[in-house]
């Protein structure tokens, strides 16, 4: 009877041994394709990313384009230089109620008129656009920042 006890203790550790070596391969399994797969992950996350701020890029176009062609029928002010995203204050603010972009955006090359968008830079979160007209073109491109330095000016 007791060496019936025995080989049942004997057996559960066994058990428990396979068991636990049996939880440690499939947590081990499980960690290194958890691993193998973040990259891949990662990558859709930010071209998703990437496709959401080309489509705000476009919607501004369409936006710039409306603005430009109201500006120039009514004999307003389109472009200015002296404003820091190039635009009169009145239009940048039409312009960003109706494309609805949460960015900031630059313009960067109009024609001669001053009344069209050749190129203008778009930037939201991580990602820039830039548009360009002819022959159209968007690139979109991730941003990361590895340093960032501040000099203090040595005035008195």
Same mark, same amino acid.
Request: proline content about 2%; charged content about 15%; hydrophobic content about 50%.
């Given at each position: 009877?007791?060496?019936?006890?025995?080989?049942?203790?004997?057996d559960k550790k066994l058990t428990t041994k396979k068991g636990v070596r049996l939880f440690l391969a499939a947590a081990a399994l499980l960690?290194?394709?958890?691993?193998? $797969? *973040?990259?891949?992950?990662?990558?859709?996350?930010?071209?998703?990313?990437?496709?959401?701020?080309?489509?705000?890029?476009? @919607?501004?176009?369409? $936006? *710039?384009?409306a603005a430009g062609t109201e500006a120039y029928g009514a004999g307003q002010p389109f472009y200015?230089?002296?404003?820091? @995203?190039?635009l009169a204050k009145e239009v940048w603010t039409k312009v960003l109620l109706e494309s609805k972009a949460p960015g900031e955006f630059w313009i960067l090359q109009t024609d001669q008129s001053g009344y069209e968008i050749l190129r203008f830079l778009y930037q939201e979160g991580d990602f820039s656009v830039m548009y360009q007209k002819e022959p159209l073109v968007y690139e979109v491109y991730y941003q990361e920042s590895y340093i960032k330095t501040r000099e203090r000016s040595m005035g008195p």
């Open positions: 009877m007791n060496q019936m006890n025995v080989n049942n203790q004997n960690l290194a394709v958890i691993v193998a $797969a *973040l990259p891949g992950i990662l990558h859709m996350v930010r071209r998703a990313d990437a496709q959401v701020a080309l489509g705000n890029a476009k @919607s501004l176009r369409l $936006a *710039l384009q200015r230089a002296e404003e820091e @995203s190039g």
